[in-house]
Each structure stands twice: as structure tokens, then as C-alpha cells.
């Protein structure tokens, strides 16, 4: 599809990769020298949440990744306004405090 260049590398782009995955999950677990996540997409009415891709990653890099997030929710939020996190909701067919 294309290249783009980042700190002085050239970085390609698949097409097939460039679609991107759809994810509202992440779950995230770590080793003492990897840190794992998973994303996944979670559908009304389905028990089963689906891995759509697993990145592994170094400690190192799994810190970069966050403050680079960091620094983009940041700026997102000084452009564009406050990223409002909804509390909770029970799930359906469940009450509160239900396990």
C-alpha cells in the first residue's frame, strides 16, 4: 500500500494490514521479559469474546507504548476535548452485585 517513515525508517503498509482490526477489549498479561496483549472484540448477545491480533512485546517497549498513548491521549484531548469514561454497566440479565 505504502511506506511511511518514522525517525528514519521506512515503515510499509500492507493493504490487508492497513484495514485494521476492530477491538472494544484488551487483555493484557506479562512474563518477566514479555509483556502480551490481546485484543479482542466483544459482540451483543455472544458469551465469547473473539482475539482479533496478540502483540508481544518487550518490557522496554511496552513502556514506550504507553508513554507514547500518553502523549497522543494528550494531545487528542487538548484538540479535541476530554475522553469521558462511562461507569459500568451491569450486564444484561444480570443484577447488581450478581456473580
Known amino acids: 500500500m505504502g511506506e511511511i517513515k518514522k525517525m528514519g525508517i ?3 503498509l500492507k493493504e490487508e ?3 485494521g482490526h476492530y477491538s472494544n477489549l484488551a487483555i493484557i498479561s506479562h512474563s518477566t521479559s514479555e509483556f ?3 485484543f479482542a472484540t466483544v459482540l451483543p448477545g455472544l458469551q465469547k469474546a473473539r ?3 496478540r502483540i508481544i512485546l518487550t518490557p522496554e517497549h511496552a ?3 504507553l508513554m507514547s498513548l500518553q502523549d497522543n491521549i494528550t494531545r ?3 484538540a479535541i476535548g ?3 469514561i462511562p461507569a459500568p454497566q451491569p450486564q444484561q440479565g ?4 450478581e456473580a
Open 36 to 38: 502480551i496483549i490481546d
Open 82 to 84: 476530554k475522553i469521558e
Open 10 to 12: 521506512d515503515v510499509e
Open 17 to 19: 494490514v492497513a484495514q
Open 76 to 78: 487528542y484531548e487538548s
Open 94 to 97: 444480570m443484577k447488581i452485585g
Open 51 to 53: 482475539v482479533k491480533s
Open 63 to 65: 513502556k514506550r507504548l
